[in-house]
Structures are given as structure tokens and as C-alpha cells.
């Protein structure tokens, strides 16, 4: 009795070691000349469902073409990391997976996936193909890349036309016009503020410590792959950000409880925000929240006056990748190059509000000419990727989730100084030292 | 196993013949029967455990998940990482484990004292204690998930209904608080914690109290004892046995719940709700550090171990002097 309840109590030992259980397995049903491939794609669309529809008829054509057949299973954005990680671990993964693209190196580390060299680069099309920032981030440098660019994205600056023309005000160009200007528009009295921000949104908060970090010319770790987290370009970065909230007042303090952008989009969109800084895929959730097309306009995310640069994003989306262990390399490099065609790419821009990662392909997530060149624009010019070292998913759970808790103190009264940033990015980066070991 | 011969006493045949004959033929029926209880134990308990205490000796990071095995021994490296409270490891498991035994203490106090109270309230037969002692048991009775996303969604700032009564309603405050970030997220994951338990203790007590003869009340009450002489000098001692065990599962449930504060605070969890269970999952998951996870770990069981040896030892003593 007195063991039994003792062993229950070891959950956390247990679900450890559980990850590690998985023996050897054939997950494939294969046959000789008869493949079928299993791939896991992530949500992209409104919801699995919806993505199970969009990507059947494309996968159906794929088999048509090829023989081929294609197991498809969507996987929510919450689930996803997990579910590679115990692949990885258990040897039971699929033959091609989606991964975001932040990831990519951090999971080129695991040596799991297959290395993308001169010949299987040959056989999905070559990397020409690919928008040269996006094919970065597939791999760290000097190596094969393991995955490549499958889905683009990119941070925009988005404005209500209306709410900006009413107030005789144009829309921005630098940092500190964005600020005058969301002054100018924040009415705490009605409700309405400058800007929204996912600001309890741990990817969020680190998408823009590294952007407001990139501008200060500040990088987030050294050659080595070391963390650096607490440089004063990085620090100055954060704060600059957290001032929004802190001592511009533009952000309403209750978006501190908004964990995912959407939440923002929508305040956005029900004119209680006159700008939010999103990816190219927040339009279709600002259509389908009522608000048209036409009244809001989109310009790069601005960079304070006299930066060290003018990086407005980073470089986002979703990038492919084949399982080392797949049974079938050949078949599952087909589908890379079937899904990274400008066929399927135009197919699925629309529905997944994708930026093409195809060099001189067309954007076609809006109708919008204007939008379509300043996003295509910003992902090919002005993005830079996320570090490119194994520890780069840390940097996104360490420093963003301190972010959280910093705009947490915000929001409920507290101050936020300089050096308690400061002594935020050591803990941050001493917890990413303590596993880079 | 072998037949005792030459050095066996001599004894009468008619009286050890048929008992050997039955200890010669069946003796490994004992241990059939428990083989697969052991064999489950093995594999269900005590191989992961092993397994989990080999990895927190390895530096287990994404380097060397996919294969294990593969994983450089490090020693006691991950032990001296989780007990420097210099470093930011250590000191953030120092806070997290302060945490919850705070929560802990709490959760399990105030249940237990609400699970009473219940308790002896309906111990009485009265109309409608049937109705009670079903309303009584919901929140044990709903899915976890269910329960606690509900009590997210009351707790929400502008949209919560909680706030809405304290603000709106009775004016009790002037401002909505953030329930669920800062400093009151703790004090939210502890009603929510006790909200869920406090069933639990109401229904093992109230099958505790069944077993209390209703003439030692009587007789108390002849002897002009009050209602809460009669509960301090009849009731609790007679509910010990269930006290015993209902205070020890409680305490190592509250004490590894990861339940509550992954689903009521989701990923963005406040530093006030930063519950060890918790703690020590996104040490191994999100920062892809096993190793050190898997020694924090086998610190939190060294930890309960003792908690629970102790608490053991302490009233099985009480007990015997009784």
C-alpha cells in the first residue's frame, strides 16, 4: 500500500522514462511498389478539420500522380513540439513532417532528420528554388540543411485607415511615429487603445524581443551557441517593448491575458485597437471578425530612429522535413518536391494566408496588390532568421515566458526597470547554459 | 528444496508424510499466483523508476534523445545544477518547491476542514441530506478538464463572471484584479485546488463516520457533552484509521498536481502558480533537459519518501501508546 502510493507519487519520473519506452516499430504500411507515407502536417487553417480539407484533394492529386499514397494527420500547434520530441525519442515518427521553422536547427541537432545534401536538394527542385532567408533556416550553418521552407510568414505593422484618417495621421514609419501616433488614438475612457499585443503570448514575446534586439544590432548568442542574452542591445530591446504597456500607455493592461495573437487580431478588428503587429495570416481572422478588406492598410514594422538596422520581422513560417528512419527516402523527397512546387504552393497560399517561399513566385493570400507587395517585400528584404543554433527553441520558451511574466507586473501595477530586465535575461540565460552544458 | 534425509529427527511417518507430500507439490503455487502482480510491478513501477534515476546521472539533452542509451554520464552534475541555490536552476526549484508546500498546507488543510464539516453536518438523517450529499460530491465527480477550464473562465478579468459579482454586483472592490497572473493566481489555483479535493475527504469521512456507534454519542449526550466536545473526544479519535490515509493521499495528490495549473494557467503560467510537478515538466520538455528533470524528480520522491516515512512512523508510535 505505503509503496504503491509512493510509486504514483514518482509521476513525474514515470512520464520521463515513458517517453522512452517505445521499442522499434513499422508504422508505415508498406508493400513492395506500394507505398504509402505518413505525414504529419501542422495546423495552418482555421482548424485541423479545415486543414484536413484543404490538404486531402492536394494529397489525392499527389497519389494520382505518383502511386504514392499519403497518410495525413493534422496536428495542433499546442501538440506539435511534443509530438516530434517523443517521434525523435521513440523512433515511431512519421516519414515527413511540418516543423516551424524556429525549430528547425534545435531539431536538426537531435540528428533525427534527413540531411538535405547536393543530391536530395537535386531531387525536390534545388535549392535555388527557395526564397535564399527562407532556405536559411533550415539548418545551422556549414551543414546540410534538414528541412526547407514550406510555408512563409512575416510580421507586418497593421492600421485602421478610418481611426488614423480621423485623427489627421499617417501611418508609420519609425518607432517613435508608431508611439506618437498610438498615443494620439488611445481613449482608456471608451476603450479604445493605440495598439493590442499578445503580450501573454510566450512565441509572441520572444518574436519581438528578437526583432527589437535585431534593430539595437543586438545578437541573442555568440558564435559558440552560447546564450547572450543579457547584452545591453537585447535588454534595451525588451524594454522598449514592455514600455508599450509600461510608460507609453498604448496597451490596454488586460492583453496581458491574450495568449495567442488572435486574441489581439480581434480587438483589432472590433476597432477597440488602431494597430496590432501580426503575421501576413492575421487576415482572414480580421475579415472574419467584420472588418473589410479595405479599411485597414499594412507598412513594415518600424525601427527607432538611428538603428543599427531596419529587420521588421523575423523570418516565420513553417518548413518540411523527412525522418531519418523513413523506409522510403525516395518517396517521402517526392512529396517534399511536390509540396514546395509552385503548383501546390498557389494552391494553398489562399487558404493558409502563405507567403511563397518559391523565389519570383506571386503572393496570393489577398487580393490586395499593395498588401501582397509589402508582406513578399518584408519576408525577402527585411526579415532575418532566429538564431540558427540548437539552443534557439530555449531562447523561445526562456526569454519569452520571462516576458510574460514582466508584462504580468506591468499589468497589475508593478514597475519594470531596466536592470529587472536585465536580471530576468541572467535567469533566462544561465537556464539555457544549464542544458547547452 | 531437496528432501531431508539423515539429518531429519526421526518423526512418525503417519504424521509428516501427507503435510510434506502437500509442500513438495505445490509450493510454487504462492508464487505463480503473485508473479504477474510482481511482473506488473516491475514494469509498471519499478523499470521506469530505475530508468528515470540511471537519466538524471546523464547529461540526457536533443543531442542524444534518439538515442538514449547514448548519453554521457555526468555524475551527481545534475543533483549539484537543481541544489545550487546560487544558480538560476536551483533558485527557481527552491521557489517552486516553496510554493508548493505552501499549497500543500493549504489545499489539504482546508479540505480536509470543509470535508468535515460536511461530513458531520449530514451525519444526522434530515430531508433532502440525500440531495445535499449528491451536490456535495459534483466536483468530484466532473472531468478535470471541465471542471478547471470553467473555473478559467470565471477568473477571467473583463469577461469573468467573478469579477462581474465583486465589482459589479456587491461593489466589493473597485477595480477588476487579474485573477489568474501576479500575485493572486496563487490564491486562485488554491480555491480551485480545494474545490476540487474537498469532496474527496467529504465522502471518505462521511464512509468513516458510518462505522461511529450512535450509542457512544448518546451516552455522551446524557453525560451533557456539547456538539463539539462530543466531535473532539468521540468522533475524531474513532475516524483516525480514515484521517491517517485520507491525509497521507491527499497530501502526495495536491502535492504532484500537475492538473491544475496546466489547464487553469495554460502556457503562460504566473511565477505564484509555479506548482513543482509543473516545474519540473517544462525542465524536461520545453527546455529539452531530461537529465536534469529526471533529477529533480528523483529529489521530489526522495522528498515525499521522507515526508511520508516520517508521518508513518510518527503515528503508528501515537497509535501503539494509544
Redesign the interface.
Known amino acids: 500500500m505505503k509503496l504503491r502510493h509512493l510509486a504514483a507519487a514518482s509521476v513525474p519520473v514515470l512520464l520521463l522514462a515513458a517517453c522512452s519506452g517505445g521499442g522499434g516499430g513499422d508504422d508505415s504500411a508498406s508493400g513492395d511498389g506500394d507505398v504509402t507515407l505518413t505525414y504529419w502536417a501542422s495546423n495552418q487553417g482555421t482548424s485541423l478539420d479545415n486543414d484536413k480539407e484543404v490538404l486531402t484533394p492536394v494529397l489525392e492529386e499527389f497519389t494520382e500522380q505518383t502511386g504514392i499514397g499519403v497518410d495525413l494527420e493534422v496536428i495542433g500547434w499546442s501538440d506539435l513540439q511534443t509530438r516530434i520530441q517523443t517521434a525523435v525519442t521513440s523512433g515511431q515518427a512519421p516519414d515527413v513532417v511540418n516543423i516551424g521553422n524556429t525549430w528547425a536547427v534545435s531539431l536538426q541537432a537531435t540528428g533525427a532528420f534527413m540531411p538535405l545534401d547536393d543530391a536530395a536538394m537535386e531531387q525536390i527542385g534545388g535549392a535555388d528554388k527557395f526564397v535564399e532567408t527562407a532556405l536559411q533556416t533550415g539548418g545551422a550553418e556549414g551543414t546540410d540543411p534538414t528541412s526547407v521552407p514550406l510555408y512563409g510568414l512575416a510580421y507586418g505593422l497593421y492600421y485602421n485607415k478610418a481611426m488614423f484618417e480621423a485623427a489627421g495621421l499617417q501611418p508609420p514609419t519609425t518607432w517613435e511615429e508608431m508611439v506618437t501616433a498610438a498615443q494620439a488614438l488611445t481613449d482608456p475612457a471608451t476603450g479604445v487603445y493605440g495598439m493590442a499585443l499578445a503580450a501573454g503570448s510566450y512565441t509572441e514575446n520572444n518574436h519581438f524581443a528578437f526583432i527589437n534586439a535585431t534593430q539595437n544590432g543586438a545578437e541573442l548568442f555568440d558564435a559558440d551557441g552560447n546564450p547572450t542574452f543579457t547584452e545591453d542591445g537585447v535588454v534595451d530591446g525588451i524594454v522598449r517593448y514592455l514600455d508599450l504597456m509600461q510608460t507609453e500607455d498604448v496597451v490596454n493592461p488586460s492583453n496581458v491575458q491574450y495568449d495567442n495573437a488572435a486574441l489581439a487580431v480581434a480587438d483589432f478588428a472590433t476597432g477597440k485597437a488602431a494597430m496590432i503587429l501580426n503575421q501576413n495570416n492575421a487576415n482572414a481572422t480580421i475579415e472574419a471578425n467584420g472588418m473589410a478588406p479595405d479599411a485597414y492598410g499594412v507598412v513594415p514594422f518600424p525601427a527607432p530612429q538611428n538603428s543599427e538596422s531596419d529587420v521588421a520581422s523575423h523570418v516565420a513560417g513553417i518548413n518540411i522535413s523527412v525522418f531519418g528512419n523513413t523506409e522510403h527516402p525516395d518517396e517521402a523527397l517526392q512529396l517534399v518536391e511536390y509540396m514546395t512546387s509552385p503548383e501546390v504552393q498557389t494552391t494553398l497560399g489562399k487558404p493558409f494566408s502563405s507567403l511563397p517561399v518559391l523565389k519570383d513566385a506571386d503572393a496570393v493570400f489577398t487580393e490586395d496588390a499593395e498588401l501582397a507587395e509589402t508582406f513578399t517585400q518584408i519576408y525577402n528584404e527585411r526579415s532575418a532568421p532566429l538564431p540558427l543554433v540548437p539552443a534557439e527553441d530555449q531562447f523561445e520558451t526562456t526569454v519569452g515566458q520571462a516576458m510574460n511574466t514582466m508584462f504580468a507586473t506591468i499589468a497589475t501595477g508593478g514597475t519594470v526597470t531596466q536592470d529587472d530586465v536585465r536580471e530576468a535575461m541572467q535567469t533566462a540565460q544561465d537556464q539555457v547554459q544549464a542544458s547547452v552544458g | 528444496m531437496a528432501t531431508t534425509t539423515s539429518t531429519a529427527p526421526p518423526v512418525p511417518a503417519s504424521r509428516t508424510v501427507p503435510g510434506r507430500r502437500r509442500r513438495r507439490s505445490g509450493w510454487w503455487l504462492p508464487y505463480a499466483l503473485l508473479a504477474p502482480a510482481v511482473l506488473l510491478e516491475v514494469f509498471i513501477?519499478l523499470?521506469?523508476?530505475l530508468?528515470?534515476?540511471w537519466?538524471s546521472f546523464t547529461?540526457l539533452?536533443?543531442?542524444f534523445?534518439?538515442d538514449?542509451t547514448s548519453a554521457p554520464f555526468v555524475g551527481l552534475r545534475n543533483y549539484q545544477?537543481a541544489l545550487d541555490f546560487d544558480?538560476?536552476?536551483g533558485?527557481?526549484l527552491l521557489s517552486s518547491f516553496a510554493i508548493t508546500c505552501a499549497y500543500t498546507v493549504l489545499v489539504v488543510g482546508v479540505a480536509w476542514a470543509l470535508g468535515m464539516a460536511a461530513a458531520v453536518a449530514l451525519q444526522r438523517p434530515f430531508r433532502g441530506r440525500a440531495a445535499f450529499r449528491t451536490l456535495f460530491l459534483v466536483p468530484y465527480a466532473l472531468p478535470v478538464y471541465a471542471g478547471i477550464v470553467t473555473w478559467n473562465f470565471m477568473l477571467?478579468?473583463?469577461t469573468g463572471v467573478i469579477n462581474q459579482l465583486l465589482v459589479e454586483d456587491l461593489g466589493v472592490l473597485d477595480e477588476r484584479?487579474?485573477w489568474?497572473?501576479?500575485?493572486?493566481a496563487f490564491a486562485s489555483i488554491v480555491i480551485v485546488a480545494t474545490w476540487r479535493l474537498w469532496p474527496f475527504a467529504f465522502l471518505m469521512l462521511t464512509a468513516g463516520l458510518q462505522s461511529v456507534p450512535d450509542d457512544l454519542y448518546e451516552a455522551a449526550a446524557m453525560d451533557g457533552a456539547h456538539a463539539f466536545r462530543s466531535w473532539w473526544s468521540i468522533t475524531l479519535p474513532m475516524l483516525r484509521p480514515v484521517n491517517m490515509v485520507l491525509v497521507?493521499?491527499m497530501f502526495?495528490w495536491v502535492?504532484?498536481d500537475?492538473n491544475t495549473p496546466y489547464v487553469l494557467f495554460?502556457?503562460?503560467?504566473?511565477?505564484a502558480g509555479d506548482l513543482i510537478?509543473f516545474h519540473?515538466?517544462?525542465a524536461?520538455?520545453?527546455?529539452?533537459?531530461?537529465g536534469?528533470?529526471?533529477a529533480?524528480?528523483?529529489l521530489?520522491?526522495l522528498f515525499?519518501?521522507l515526508v511520508?516515512g516520517i508521518y508513518?512512523i510518527a503515528l503508528n508510535r501515537r497509535s501503539r501508546r494509544a
Open positions: 513501477h523499470v521506469p523508476m530508468t528515470g534515476i537519466m547529461h539533452t536533443r543531442f534523445i534518439r538514449w545544477v544558480g538560476a536552476v533558485r527557481s477571467q478579468r473583463d484584479p487579474f489568474l497572473i501576479g500575485g493572486h497521507l493521499v502526495l502535492f504532484n500537475f495554460g502556457t503562460s503560467q504566473p511565477a510537478s519540473i515538466y517544462n524536461s520538455f520545453l527546455t529539452w533537459n531530461f536534469a528533470g529526471a529533480m524528480s528523483v521530489l520522491l515525499l519518501l511520508t508513518l
